[in-house]
C-alpha cells in the first residue's frame, strides 16, 4: 500500500495542496503521515504517526513553506510501525540530500543495505526506503542520473516521489507494480498514487508514470528519461481487487465498474437461493451491486460501519485487528428469517469473515452464503501488501469447503481467476496475480521477516 504525492509550484502552496493530497489517499495507508517541502534548496520535513488529520494542523502547514513538496501515507511491509520508518525519510547522503516517499517493497533490500553499511553509510531506520534514498544520496552523478543509477540495482516494486535539489522527483519500477500518475494544475506539476488525489486538489490527470521512467520538475519545466528498460508488466491485480479507491482509474481504468462487474461475474459463476445481497462495506459494495444487478436478488445494507475506525486489513497486528473488527460493523435487524448473500472482495486472513458470518446467524439470518469477487489468495506477497508470510493465509492450504467450515458460512464461493482477469479489461500479460496463481513476475526471496532490518530489543 502506502500512498505519495508530489508537487513542485512557486505560487502556489504546496504543503497545503500535499495534505488534501493525502487526505485523498489515506486509505494507502493509516500508520504515519509525512510532509516534505523544499524552500529555495533548505529541507524540511514533518511526519508522525497517525493519520493525516492527527499529525497536521493549521500552524503546522503554515510553518512549511517551499516550492516543492512531497508527502506520503504508510501502511508498513518493511520495517515495524515506529516513527523512524515514518516517510518521507530524509537522507543526508555525500553527494546530496534527499527526501523520499516510497510506495512498494523490494525483493533485494538486505543485499543493497549490506553493501551501503559496508562503505560507511549511516542508516537509521528499519525500513527499505531508505536504501533507495541512500543510494540517490551516496551519487556524485547529477540528479536524474543518481535516480536511473540507483532504479538499476533496485529490484521489486517501487513508485517513488523525492526531493532533492529544489527538484521534484518521480519514478517507478520497470514492472509497474504499483500505481503512478502525472497530474498538472496550470502549469504547475503533480504526482499521486492515484488519480482521486489529483482530483481533490483540481489537477488534470495527463498520464500514468510509464514502468522504468523517472520524471523530475525543476525551474526549466517538467523533464522524463527511460531510466531502466521496462520489463513485462507486472501492476498489481490487487490494486482493482481492494487497493484503490472506487473513484480512481488504475491503468485507465475506473476502478469501481471494475468491481461492479466483478460482481456481476460472480453471480453467473456462483448463483444462489437467497432474499436479500448485502455487502461488507465498504470494500464489498460494488460488487454486492454487481451482484444484485446480475442476479436479480435484491440489494440492502445489512451490516452498518463505524466509519471511524480503520481499515481493519491494515492494522498492524492480530489483536488489533480483531478488536477492530468488532468495533467497526453490526447488523441490522432485518436480516432475521432471510437468506443473505454476504459479498466481499477477497478473504485474506479469515478473520473478519469468520466474525460476521457469526455476526449475521446471531442476528437471525436463516441461512449466510459468502460470495468473493477474487480467487483465493493462497500465495504471498514481495511487492507491497503485508501478507508476506504464507502462514497468514487462510486459503493457502485449505480448500473451499474447508475454508467454508472456517467462517461457519451456508456456502462460499470465490470469482474465478478469469472472470476476475475479464472484469479488469486489461490483458492477463499486464499485470501480477502472484498471490492468486503463485506466478511471480521477479525473482523473490523463500521467506522475508517484515522486521528484519529492526535493532534487536534490548
Known amino acids: 500500500m502506502c500512498g505519495v504525492f508530489g508537487i513542485r509550484s512557486l505560487e502556489r ?8 493530497g493525502l487526505f485523498a489517499l489515506q ?4 500508520e504515519s503521515a509525512g510532509i516534505a517541502v523544499s524552500e529555495r534548496g533548505r529541507l524540511t520535513v514533518l511526519r508522525d504517526m497517525g493519520l493525516v488529520a492527527q499529525v497536521f494542523n493549521e500552524q503546522q502547514l503554515q510553518a512549511l513553506p517551499g516550492e516543492v513538496a512531497i508527502g506520503h501515507t504508510r501502511y508498513s511491509t518493511t520495517g515495524a510501525n515506529r516513527w523512524a520508518n515514518a516517510q ?3 537522507h ?15 525483493v533485494n533490500a538486505e543485499e543493497l543495505r549490506a553493501e551501503l553499511l559496508e562503505d560507511g553509510v549511516r542508516l537509521g531506520s528499519g525500513s527499505d526506503t531508505e536504501v533507495i534514498a541512500a543510494l540517490i544520496g551516496r551519487d556524485p552523478a547529477p540528479l536524474a542520473e543518481a535516480v536511473a543509477n540507483a532504479m538499476a540495482r533496485l529490484e521489486g516494486a517501487y513508485s517513488v516521489a523525492a526531493l532533492a535539489e529544489e527538484t521534484l522527483v518521480a519514478f517507478r519500477d520497470p514492472n509497474g507494480f504499483r500505481p503512478l500518475t502525472l497530474g498538472r494544475i496550470g502549469e504547475d506539476w503533480v504526482v499521486a498514487s492515484e488519480t482521486c488525489a489529483l482530483d481533490l486538489v483540481g489537477a488534470e490527470v495527463v498520464r500514468d508514470v510509464r514502468p522504468g521512467e523517472v520524471v523530475w520538475v525543476d525551474a526549466d519545466g517538467l523533464h522524463s528519461a527511460q531510466a531502466v528498460p521496462a520489463g513485462p508488466s507486472a501492476l498489481c491485480i490487487f490494486e482493482h481487487v481492494y487497493f484503490a479507491r472506487p473513484d480512481s482509474r488504475v491503468a485507465g481504468v475506473e476502478v469501481h465498474g471494475v468491481r461492479v462487474r466483478m460482481g456481476e461475474r460472480l453471480a453467473r459463476e456462483a448463483p444462489v437461493d437467497a432474499d436479500l445481497v448485502i455487502p461488507i462495506p465498504d470494500s464489498g459494495t460494488p460488487a454486492a451491486i454487481g451482484f444484485s444487478k446480475e442476479s436479480g436478488i435484491p440489494f440492502d445494507e445489512g ?9 481493519t486489513f491494515i492494522q498492524p497486528d492480530q489483536e488489533m485487528r480483531e478488536q477492530g473488527i468488532r468495533l467497526k460493523f453490526n447488523p441490522l435487524a432485518e436480516v432475521a428469517g432471510r437468506r443473505i448473500v454476504v459479498v466481499d472482495d477477497s478473504i485474506v486472513r479469515g478473520n473478519t469473515m469468520r466474525q ?10 436463516a441461512e449466510v452464503h459468502v460470495r468473493i469477487s477474487s480467487p483465493p489468495v493462497v500465495a504471498p506477497c514481495f511487492y507491497g501488501i503485508d501478507m508476506a508470510d ?11 469447503e474447508e475454508m467454508r467450515e472456517l467462517i461457519g458460512a451456508t456456502s462460499l464461493h470465490y470469482l474465478s481467476v478469469e472472470g476476475m482477469q475479464e472484469a479488469t479489461g486489461l490483458p492477463e500479460d499486464s499485470v501480477c496475480r502472484a498471490c492468486f496463481t503463485r506466478e511471480y513476475p521477479t525473482r523473490v526471496p523463500g521467506r522475508v521477516a517484515k522486521l528484519r532490518f529492526e535493532p534487536a530489543p534490548a
Open 27 to 30: 486509505h494507502r495507508g493509516q
Open 356 to 365: 460476521l458470518v457469526q455476526m449475521l446467524l446471531a442476528a437471525g439470518a
Open 92 to 106: 543526508h547522503g555525500r553527494a546530496r540530500t534527499v527526501a523520499l516517499g516510497h510506495n512498494g517493497n523490494l
Open 88 to 90: 518521507p525519510l530524509i
Open 390 to 400: 504464507e502462514d497468514e493465509l487462510a486459503a493457502a492450504h485449505r480448500s473451499v
Open 13 to 20: 502552496d504546496v504543503a497545503r495542496l500535499a495534505y488534501f
Open 303 to 311: 451490516l452498518i460501519k463505524n466509519r471511524y475506525v480503520a481499515r
